[in-house]
């Protein structure tokens, strides 16, 4: 046993280690609503033993010398926080996916309180309403009304996706500067980390727990793996390339396209701008699925959901079932511009085709050229309007192109009215949404709309078969939709579509977020403050300190008679 004054020193200990457990609790339990706030445990140790050894002894004596905090613990689970922050990533993509999807529909069902496929509709009743008597202007003004009104709304919706791009491009541009906000905050928590614990005397909790809420908030914008170097640095990576190291922050760039003025997250260390050589952040080209883990970030989502350009129908022409599902399936926005394109475009070639239909011919024009196998208006099946002019009127035109060209044979002065094609390369020239509209000739005078045939009669044939474009053509929604459907058909289909996307992206985020919150319940466990426990560790720690002290005064009155009453 020690002797009295070393007595006092052990007393001293605990005093001391005491006090400092108090403090350590109730600074947990001022933190008890804190977010990321991660509680600390104090653990007791024994301070070093002095032996005496004496030859006369029978065995060597010890003598305690109190008390020490060992160790202040801050404890986390990695094996928690990897799953939540992955978990958290993959709901936020998820959550943005359904979102946008639900804007989507919403673009067609909005519409001033009238839904878009009311339009359609009624569109297909002025053509019921046509075939009837075709060269009555009432009801040539009311398939000009109607075709007016369709085209508007479908272009309105068309807009309003157009529009959402510009908005998801905002978001873009925000999430990304987010997060590389978050990468200098972790890099300068590094810096400061390593400078407090290089004695190995200080753990920087404070600090640690702000680099670790950083870390979640960062796992939710973008796919993240980390990992902890001895020195305490946390090096970060995005997409699998080098985000934060322990010299630097590799911040995101935004690449803006020159035509449609989207941004596009990039590497600068990894790009060569004067080259032309952009290494984007995001890559899609295998698709986005759970099992390849590439459905993580809400920064992805975006850059996805609104795609690089504005789609049209030829966006889906002549594509593969596996480029579909690679490509233009992910943006939500793209798909339905390309799927609501095609259905417009389907509508007004047919229409334009029954009004003025065409055929072959091969001929040389007086301008020098020679046609071979060309498109030109047929004058056997062809009707015009009251004014008689050839060939007959479109319903729907092309706002840089005209439908024919005139052009005379060398040989015999016959007049050719060319068609003039589609040219993908030319914008001008499509049946596209961006491009179409009501042929300003009939705007003006409804019975110009071709329903006279060439022997003079009423084209009855002509009105029957636009009545019959609803039910009879085929076509298909998409290269996944290997059932071909009618144009009354395919609306339905493409909002049933979008409503099952919807669906499925919703209750993936729900069901993500049940899980989030279960894990970090699991991570509150591990470090979360209870209040009632950290009571009891006061309590407990209050009557060691009171124990400590009342051993003091003990020793403290022993010490005093010796030297008092001995000493006399």
């Given amino acids: 046993m020690a002797n009295g004054m070393g007595s006092l020193y052990i007393g001293a200990s605990g005093l001391q280690n005491s006090q400092n457990a108090l403090n350590t609790t109730a600074n947990n339990l001022a933190n008890v609503d804190t977010k990321g706030y991660v509680r600390q445990q104090v653990l007791f140790a024994d301070r070093n033993y002095m032996t005496f050894d004496k030859k006369s002894a029978i065995s060597f004596q010890q003598a305690g010398l109190g008390v020490t905090i060992a160790d202040v613990v801050h404890t986390r689970d990695v094996f928690l926080d990897k799953y939540y922050r992955t978990e958290s990533g993959r709901q936020a993509f998820y959550d943005v996916c359904g979102k946008t999807i639900d804007e989507v529909t919403d673009f067609f069902q909005e519409l001033e309180g009238e839904t878009f496929q009311e339009s359609l509709e009624d569109l297909w009743v002025a053509f019921e309403e046509l075939s009837k008597q075709p060269d009555e202007e009432i009801r040539q003004n009311l398939v000009v009304q109607k075709a007016t009104l369709f085209l508007e709304q479908a272009q309105a919706v068309y807009d309003n ?119 984007e952040v995001f890559s899609v080209g295998n698709g986005i699925s759970s099992s390849n883990n590439t459905d993580v970030g809400k920064l992805k989502a975006l850059v996805i959901s609104r795609g690089d350009h504005v789609a049209n129908y030829l966006d889906l022409k002549d594509l593969s079932s596996l480029d579909y599902n690679r490509g233009l399936k992910n943006s939500i926005i793209m798909n339905a511009q390309a799927e609501l394109d095609q259905l417009i475009h389907t509508i007004t070639t047919t229409v334009n085709d029954i009004l003025c239909p065409n055929t072959t011919a091969t001929f040389r024009g007086e301008d020098g050229k020679f046609y071979e196998n060309v498109l030109v208006w047929d004058e056997t099946k062809g009707a015009t309007g009251s004014d008689g002019v050839k060939p007959g009127h479109e319903l729907f035109s092309r706002r840089g192109s005209e439908r024919y060209t005139e052009v005379k044979c060398i040989d015999d002065g016959k007049t050719y009215y060319v068609y003039n094609p589609e040219d993908p390369n030319d914008p001008d020239t499509l049946y596209s949404m961006t491009n179409l509209e009501i042929n300003e000739v009939l705007i003006q005078e409804e019975a110009h709309l071709p329903h006279i045939q060439p022997n003079g009669e009423t084209a009855f044939a002509m009105a029957a078969e636009l009545s019959a474009v609803w039910g009879r053509d085929k076509v298909t929604l998409n290269p996944d939709d290997l059932d071909m459907c009618t144009i009354k058909e395919y609306y339905q289909r493409m909002i049933i579509g979008f409503g099952t996307q919807g669906s499925v992206y919703s209750k993936q985020a729900t069901t993500l977020e049940g899980s989030t919150i279960s894990i970090d319940n699991k991570r509150q466990e591990v470090f979360g403050v209870s209040s009632d426990e950290e009571l009891t560790n006061m309590i407990k720690y209050q009557n060691a300190y009171n124990a400590a002290s009342r051993y003091i005064n003990v020793i403290s009155e022993m010490l005093e008679h010796i030297i008092v009453q001995l000493g006399s």
């Avoid at 978050?182 to 928590?189: D, M, N, P, R």
């Fill in 161 to 279: 996706t157009k529009s959402y791009q510009k908005n998801l491009n905002v978001q873009i541009s925000d999430t990304t500067k987010k997060v590389n906000e978050l990468g200098k905050k972790i890099h300068k928590l590094n810096q400061k980390i390593m400078a407090i614990e290089a004695g190995n005397v200080e753990t920087a909790m404070s600090l640690r727990d702000e680099r670790d809420n950083a870390l979640d908030e960062l796992s939710a914008l973008v796919k993240i793996d980390y990992k902890e170097n001895v020195d305490g640095v946390v090096k970060v990576k995005i997409e699998g390339v080098s985000f934060i190291d322990e010299a630097r922050v590799y911040e995101m760039g935004l690449h803006q396209d020159k035509i449609t003025d989207f941004l596009t997250p990039y590497w600068p260390h990894l790009s060569d701008e004067e080259q032309g050589r952009i290494t």
